[in-house]
């Protein structure tokens, strides 16, 4: 296939150009800048200009292809809800284009707080379109409603934790407070529970659901289903060398600023769906492991 990649030279994005570069697929990559051209035409994709408030080169992009896999997200947390109108503007800009091609088109969303807490998100949970995270739950809806309009839509939920070298995400944000603050901490006894995947292991799930998922299909790209926060506080607290303690639920904001409102949640989630449907299973190693290998934890050099 031809595939039309929004994302594609970001943490998981750039996995999953690979991935789809070493399935025999072309791929043609959304550069929003020069530094994102270059490390697209270094990975061997095509490059297609523009970004994502420009949807006149989405379309042409869509228009192009044989398929579209759509990672690109503005990850500003001020403006949560403005990025997730950003973001439903360009799926349906994608959407009017792909409509009755029975192409694919493919994008990442969360498994973060699809169901109340404490109970395991599934693939057949619909989650619902309100709070921290309704707007890219909203978007996901969008997303899985073309099905109805003659595309095979798919949403691949990733778990808040998409690990490996690299990766500028949650576990660096927890890492650098623990970092400045001295001490790695959890929210009260620790035992809350985060889903956790290697980028590369999600790259392959991307790759299957652009070639097999049948329209409406929701996967979850999560290769373990919890694992504890404390247990995560661990590991950073003895790659660091710095005390592991517990904070309370009303101290984590200003512990943590606005980590705080999730760092406490009990969000496990299953993919046990999503690998009787598609056959994908996770072969990279787990996080307290990649935590363990201390590439979280390397300061990048001073430069003059």
Do not use: C
Not at 94 to 109: T, Y
Not at 135 to 148: I, K, Q, T, Y
Request: hydrophobic share 45%; net charge negative; aromatic share 6%.
């Amino acid at each position: 296939m031809r595939v039309f990649v929004t994302g594609g030279s970001g943490f998981i994005g750039s996995a999953v150009v690979q991935q789809l570069l070493g399935a025999g697929h072309d791929v043609v990559g959304l550069a929003r800048s020069d530094s994102s051209a270059e490390a697209l035409a270094t990975a061997g994709a095509e490059i297609h200009r523009g970004d994502l408030d420009d949807l006149d080169s989405l379309r042409a992009g869509a228009e192009a292809s044989d398929g579209v896999i759509h990672l690109a997200y503005i990850h500003d947390f001020s403006k949560f809800e403005d990025n997730a109108r950003v973001d439903g503007r360009a799926i349906e800009a994608i959407g009017e284009i792909l409509a009755g091609s029975d192409r694919p088109f493919v994008i990442a969303s969360g498994v973060l707080m699809v169901v109340p807490n404490g109970q395991t998100a599934t693939e057949n949970d619909s989650g619902e379109a309100s709070g921290f995270a309704g707007g890219r739950r909203r978007n996901e809806h969008l997303l899985l409603s073309l099905a109805d309009r003659g595309v095979r839509s798919a949403s691949v939920r990733l778990p808040p934790t998409v690990h490996g070298a690299g990766d500028h995400g949650f576990m660096s944000m927890i890492i650098g407070t623990a970092r400045e603050k001295a001490v790695s901490a959890y929210v009260g006894d620790g035992s809350n529970r985060w889903p956790a995947v290697h980028r590369l292991d999600v790259a392959s799930l991307f790759r299957v659901a652009l070639e097999q998922a049948p329209a409406g299909t929701v996967l979850h790209g999560v290769a373990e289903e919890g694992v504890s926060v404390r247990e995560i506080a661990g590991a950073i607290g003895r790659q660091l060398d710095v005390p592991v303690i517990s904070v309370a639920a009303e101290q984590a904001p200003a512990h943590f600023g606005f980590l705080g409102a999730l760092i406490g949640a009990d969000s496990p989630a299953s993919s046990a769906l999503t690998r009787a449907r598609s056959g994908w299973e996770p072969t990279q190693q787990g996080l307290i492991a990649d935590l363990d290998e201390g590439h979280y934890f390397e300061l990048a050099p001073l430069t003059s």
